[in-house]
């Protein structure tokens, strides 16, 4: 049997903390959303003046960070390389999404929209805080 770490309600609470200071230090508010290991929403916070669809695109960059363990960015150079991978089921090869990860591990993925091309650095230092 395996023993697998996962991410708790604090873990959730930090990593959107960190996104939403990194988006506050750009001038910005960002949609966030993290997901467990297997793509599950464990949060999701849309502010009031970003678009609907930030809901969705911020989910789907989290899970494919977390469904691949690398970044929704290495999954659009993919989908640049070979555009048959447009087919994997729920992934979307857009930047923004940035796998949680422990110990090697990829425990979930944290996902930003809604502020442009700051969306990966914005869910980059919401995983990084998950580690300190």
């Given amino acids: 049997m395996r023993r697998r770490p996962s991410l708790t309600t604090d873990d959730v609470h930090k990593i959107v903390a960190a996104c939403k200071e990194a988006g506050a230090k750009l001038k910005r508010e960002p949609t966030v959303a993290v997901v467990d290991a297997g793509g599950h929403l464990l949060h999701l916070e849309r502010p009031d003046r970003n678009g609907v669809i930030t809901i969705d695109m911020a989910t789907l960059k989290a899970r494919t960070a977390a469904l691949r363990g690398r970044p929704s960015s290495a999954f659009e150079a993919r989908v640049k390389e070979r555009p048959g991978f ?23 993925g944290v996902g930003v929209s809604g502020i442009d091309y700051d969306d990966e650095a914005v869910a980059r230092a919401g995983a990084e805080a998950f580690g300190k």
């Fill in 86 to 108: 447009l087919m994997v089921p729920n992934c979307l090869g857009v930047e923004g999404g940035v796998p949680v990860l422990f110990e090697d591990e990829c425990l979930g």
